[in-house]
């Protein structure tokens, strides 16, 4: 796959702000918030998307999930925040390396998936 500016992040290769990290992923936060609460959960290792995922990594996506619950917590929002993966231009993906959102801090209001995708 082609290096991305997830990549050159999770090597430390353009300075930024970790506000968690481990041997597995990085979290940063999102340059263009779409809430008040807008981090991203970046692997280090380069997966373009979800589907293109494998078994190899069912425990790294799992451990993904675990750190979006502590970090949300962290964030004084692991009561209220919703998590989004974009797979595929059509999903609305731009960066293609993989990394979950979470978002908090707005009201997250019901349907509002299902209208933009109406
Ligand atoms: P997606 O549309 O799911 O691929 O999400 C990519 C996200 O990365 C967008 O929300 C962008 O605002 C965010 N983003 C792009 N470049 C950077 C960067 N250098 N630092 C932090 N967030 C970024």
């Given at each position: ?13 353009i300075p930024t702000e970790f506000l968690y ?98």
């Open positions: 796959m082609e290096d991305t500016i997830f990549g050159k992040i999770t090597r430390g290769e990290e481990d041997e597995h992923c990085v979290v940063i936060k999102d340059i263009y918030p779409q809430a008040p609460t807008h981090v991203l959960i970046i692997p280090r290792k380069p997966i373009p998307m979800l589907s293109e995922a494998d078994a190899d990594d069912q425990a790294l996506l799992g451990h993904l999930l675990l750190v979006a619950g502590k970090v949300a917590d962290q964030l004084g929002v692991g009561d209220a925040f919703r998590l989004v993966i974009n797979n595929g231009e059509g999903g609305g993906q731009t960066v293609f390396h993989l990394h979950l959102h979470i978002l908090a801090g707005r009201e997250m209001k019901e349907g509002e998936l299902a209208s933009r995708l109406a």
